[in-house]
C-alpha cells in the first residue's frame, strides 16, 4: 500500500525518523510520498526521498499557509526541484481560507501559478482546499485538461463538494478523518461514491491520528504504520473486500504518481 501524504520533514519525527520509516517498511508500507509545503521543506523532503529511493517520493510545492513567501524566484526554485527524479508532482498547493495564515489575493495567485507550472512540466498536482471550494473551482477548472492527473489530498468536504471533484476528475485522498466516530459520519457515508480508480490513501501524519486505533497510542502523533488500519476503515465502509481496496489503491496510486 502506499501513504500519498506524509509531512516527514514535520519537526515531530525528528527523534526517530528512521525508526517511523522501518515501522511503515514492517506494516506493509511499499511506498511514501513526501509533503513539500513551502521551499525550504520540498528540498528537504527531496532531499530524504533520495535516501530512500524507491520507497520514499516527494513533491515540492508551496502550501497556501505559505503562499505570503512565494516571490519572483519561487517558481525558478520549484522548477529546479522538479527537475530531481525524487519529485514526482508539484504541491501542496491550493487554497485554505479557514486559517487565512496568508492574504486570499497571494493565496490564489500562488495556487494558480504552480497549476501553470505543473501544465508546463506535465506533472501531477497535490492540492489542498479547505473552506474554499467555488474558488478553488474556478481557478482549477480552466487549467485542468492541460493537468495530467490532480488529487484534492485529505477530502473532508459535503457530497455537492465530492461530486464537483469528481466530475473535474480529480482523485480522491482519504485520511484518518474517515475513522473519527463524530467529525467523519458524513464522510463515511460518501467514500462509497468515490471510483475505485481515483481513490487514494494516506495518513497525512503526523496529523489525523485515527481516534477509533485500539489500543490507543500513548502518543497522539500519527505515523505510516498506521496506514493499515485507516485502508480497512475504508474498506469497510465502501463494503469492499479490505485486499481488493489496497491492490486498487496502490495501482492507483503508482499510475498517478507514475511510480
Known amino acids: 500500500m502506499i501513504d500519498i501524504g506524509v509531512n516527514l520533514t514535520n519537526g515531530q519525527f525528528d527523534k526517530d525518523r528512521a525508526e517511523v520509516i522501518d515501522r511503515a517498511k514492517a506494516a506493509g508500507i511499499s511506498a511514501l510520498l513526501l509533503t513539500g509545503t513551502n521551499l525550504e521543506e520540498s528540498r528537504a523532503v527531496a532531499d530524504y526521498a533520495a535516501t530512500e529511493p524507491g520507497f520514499c517520493y516527494a513533491t515540492a510545492g508551496i502550501h497556501p499557509h505559505d503562499a505570503k513567501t512565494f516571490d519572483d524566484q519561487s517558481l525558478t526554485a520549484l522548477r529546479a526541484l522538479a527537475a530531481r527524479p525524487e519529485v514526482v508532482a508539484i504541491g501542496e498547493c491550493g487554497l485554505d481560507y479557514n486559517r487565512d495564515f496568508s492574504p486570499r489575493p497571494k493565496q490564489d495567485a500562488v495556487f494558480e501559478a504552480q497549476l501553470e507550472l505543473a501544465a508546463e512540466l ?94 490507543k497510542p500513548a502518543s497522539r502523533r500519527n505515523e505510516p504504520a498506521y496506514l493499515p488500519h485507516i485502508a480497512r476503515r475504508i474498506a469497510e465502509c465502501r463494503g469492499d473486500d479490505p485486499a481488493a481496496l489496497l491492490a486498487a489503491t496502490t495501482a492507483t496510486s503508482r499510475a498517478f504518481f507514475r511510480i
Not at 473551482?137 to 485529505?154: F, S
Not at 476528475?169 to 467514500?191: K, P
Request: aromatic share 6%; proline share 7%; net charge negative.
Open 122 to 215: 506535465q506533472l501531477p498536482v497535490f492540492m489542498h482546499c479547505r473552506d474554499a471550494h467555488d474558488r478553488f473551482l474556478e481557478i482549477l477548472a480552466p487549467w485542468r485538461a492541460r493537468l495530467p492527473a490532480a488529487v484534492l489530498h485529505c477530502f473532508t468536504g459535503s457530497e455537492a463538494e465530492l461530486r464537483d471533484c469528481l466530475a473535474l476528475d480529480l482523485h480522491i485522498g482519504i485520511t484518518g478523518w474517515i475513522c473519527d466516530e463524530r467529525r467523519g459520519r458524513e464522510l463515511q457515508q460518501l467514500v462509497t461514491l468515490i471510483p475505485a480508480n481515483r481513490l487514494m490513501i494516506e495518513t497525512d501524519s503526523p496529523y489525523l491520528l485515527p481516534r477509533d486505533l485500539s489500543p
